[in-house]
RNA sequence: GGUGCCGUACCCAAGCGGUAAGGGACAGGUCUGCAAAACCUCUAUGCAUCGGUUCGAUUCCGAUCGGCACCUCCA
């Protein structure tokens, strides 16, 4: 079955072909990393490791390649903003390559929580300036930059396919009033490829380049590290939706003005998620990031299930009632799980009743990326009678090696009660059978309340008393 | 000014030409001294409004109303 996919470039589902038999290459865009992802930023990683992990289901091998962005990333468009690792060093008094490193640092711990997996190359701007001044060259070689100013400019008239990705009307774009006027630049869109000058003065990055000592344009990392690792003809480029006018338009402008050929196949975007006012940013509202979650008691996969509830093209809007809804399905899920393994091991073949599910979640997932009815395909077959338990649980995984819930790892549920073995509490419950043989059932609700205090719930089954500890 | 998206039950959210997935919540049931838990069952003749196309529209087209994003750093 093959998989089909929103391709942003003509702006349909296409059914997905790779260049090459041997594996998919895909390059996804990483964090600029001075400050830490909020949960926003979160989502599109999520979506992307959806999609990796449905290539690897769907058979295919996948290189994935995600960059670093630890130098050149700009707060303005231009050659007037300051760099925003140079910005949050002086702000917080460290040096830059300590930003980048703590907060490098602090985005896999939240990567990993959310069990995305990880890229099989990270590759950081800082490590590959000469693959950068190389491109760079090869742009000056073929006359599409020009020098003012001090800075190296990508010149977008040399480049008629200018804006095709975002569609982008360069003559409506040139009367829009929103639109800075930079006197170095020959056209409003021209962009730096490299900086020796900066009015915030020194920088603490620089290198030699044959155009003076300076520093790269944020655009150009990203062309110059898949293209080394990918190749100038690759599959698949991702990225969060705001990257479709700016960044990816000047991205592909570079690539294909360089190899003078189509550089990507397929260009895949992640909606945005909002809060109450609109977009989540990290100026505006709460600051909301992984561990704020975590601090208020949800765990990592609760967001995990909440951002697969909605396709990653919708826009999804963040509520606490919503991420509560999803923890409480995620339980449950997680419960359902939890007794069937407590029952049997998974089965090594799928019967009928059982593959229709599996094939249903597949066809909802290759068809670009169906997470919420793939959610629903999950739990179809856990709930469907005519399933074997044992199917269910082998059928559960294959369809959390898409989901990425971790459902191998879920305990079973009679080792709950194991957990328990704090004395005083395995005392009450003894107390309260008592109590309760006698009738007694006023001191028996009494011990209730007593081990609720303690954190621990009582559960009356036919088969005796258990004890869980409280989440 | 330009570009694109969305309005589906109490909430979240799929479906996008053939008669409404799923989850949560609510309610009922089994069990139970009661409760919790667990399990089962149930919840939209209708998909913002009004027109049009069609044998047939939530799905296509047009208009209207109401939200949102992008064109500026942003995932």
Known sequence: MSVFLYNTMSRSVEPFKPISDEHVTMYCCGPTVYNYAHIGNLRTYIFEDVLKRT???????????????????????????????EKSARE??????????????????????????????????????SDMIALIKRLEVGGHT?????????????????????????????????????????????????????????????????????????????????????????????????????????EIAQSEAATGHTWVNYWLHGEFLLNDTGKMS???GEFLTLPVIIGKGYEPVD????????????????????????????????????????????AS????????????????LFNDLNAPRGLADLWGVLKDDAVPAAEKLAAAYGMDAVLGFGLETVRARKQEDELVDDPQALALVEQRAVAKKARDFKLADEIRAKLDTLGYIVKDTPTGTTLVKKM
């Not at 939890?338 to 029952?343: F, V």
């Not at 073949?349 to 909802?364: M, N, R, T």
Request: charged content about 25%; glycine content about 8%.
């Open 146 to 250: 020009y020098i003012a100013g001090g800075n190296v400019y990508f010149s977008i008239d040399t480049f008629p396919d200018y804006g095709k990705l975002a569609r982008l009307d360069l003559n409506e774009l040139r009367s829009g009033a929103r639109i800075d006027v930079d006197d170095n630049k020959r056209n409003p869109k021209d962009f730096v490829l490299w900086f020796t000058n900066s009015k915030f003065g020194e920088q603490a990055m620089m290198w030699d380049s044959p155009w003076g000592r300076g520093y790269p344009g944020w655009h150009v990392e990203c062309s110059a590290m898949s293209m080394k690792y990918l190749g100038e003809h690759f599959d698949i480029h991702c990225g969060g939706i705001d990257a479709i006018p700016v960044h990816h338009t000047n």
């Open 303 to 346: 967001y995990r299930y909440f951002i697969l509830g909605g396709h990653y093209r919708s826009q999804l809007r963040f509520s606490w009632q919503a991420l509560d809804t999803a923890r409480t399905s995620r339980k449950n899920l997680f419960d359902r799980i939890a007794s069937l393994k407590a029952e049997t091991a998974p």
């Open 55 to 85: 290539l690897l289901h769907a058979g295919y091998k996948v290189k994935h390649v995600m960059n670093i962005t630890d130098v050149g990333h700009l707060t303005g468009d231009g050659d007037d903003g300051e760099d925003k690792m």
């Open 92 to 129: 917080s008094g460290k040096s830059v390559w300590d930003i980048a490193c703590f907060y490098t640092e602090a985005f896999f711990k939240d990567f990993d929580a959310l069990h995305n997996i990880r890229p099989d190359i990270i590759c950081k701007a800082t490590d590959h300036i």
């Open 282 to 284: 990290k100026s505006s």
């Open 349 to 364: 073949e799928l019967g009928a009743v059982a593959s229709k599910w599996a094939a249903l979640f597949d066809e909802h």
